[in-house]
């Protein structure tokens, strides 16, 4: 499972960004 890891955090990290890029959007819009 140790090498399933990054695959995940990688997956996390992306999520959060989108989440952010759209939090930006609404504040800006």
């Known amino acids: 499972m ?3 890891r990054p ?9 959060l960004s989108q989440v952010i890029l759209c ?3 609404s504040i800006s819009g």
Do not use: V
């Open 2 to 4: 140790n090498f399933n």
């Open 7 to 15: 695959q995940t955090f990688t997956a996390i990290y992306i999520l």
């Open 23 to 25: 939090l930006l959007f």
